[in-house]
């Protein structure tokens, strides 16, 4: 798996615009972006800290991925992002090793980014997400 750099880290929220005004009124940054992605039920908004970008995550549906993570654990990191080279060959080379994938092909993500989870059963209990920008290449 050829990773280059930690592409995000991803931050459950229960409010958007409460959350944006701490991270810009309190620590400084910026919001460069907020987006809804409907068919993961979640609104997302992005901050960049040097070279990583911090992603707050609101539940669109309480059933959604984010909604049932806030429900069991509350606010809090929900996963860590690493960039890869070729997705679906990195996303191959997990399961060879015997990581439980929860996508076994690559969809659709916020900023057109293509993306896929790993289980946290198999990855030291850190939700991990693998994304490629096929549009930088």
Do not use: W
């Not at 750099?5 to 620590?27: D, F, P, Q, T």
């Not at 901050?47 to 806030?70: A, H, N, R, S, Y």
């Not at 990191?77 to 690493?82: I, P």
């Not at 997705?87 to 191959?92: H, K, M, Q, V």
Request: charged share 25%; with cysteine; hydrophobic share 40%.
């Amino acid at each position: 798996m050829e990773i280059s750099h930690i592409e995000h880290i991803g931050i459950a929220v229960n409010n958007l615009e409460e959350s944006i005004k701490y991270y810009e009124e309190v620590l400084g940054l910026t919001c460069y972006a907020v987006e809804e992605v409907a068919d993961q039920r979640v609104k997302t908004a992005f901050f960049m800290v040097g070279q990583t970008k911090i992603e707050l995550l609101e539940t669109t549906d309480p059933e959604g991925p984010i909604g049932k993570f806030i429900e069991k654990k509350g606010q809090g990191m929900h996963h860590l992002a690493f960039a890869v080279k070729n997705i679906e060959a990195a996303i191959a080379e997990a399961e060879e090793k015997g990581v439980q994938l929860i996508d076994k092909a690559p969809r659709k993500g916020a900023e057109g980014l293509s993306i896929a989870f790993l289980h946290p059963k198999s990855t030291v209990g850190v939700l991990t997400e693998l994304c490629e920008n096929k549009n930088s290449k």
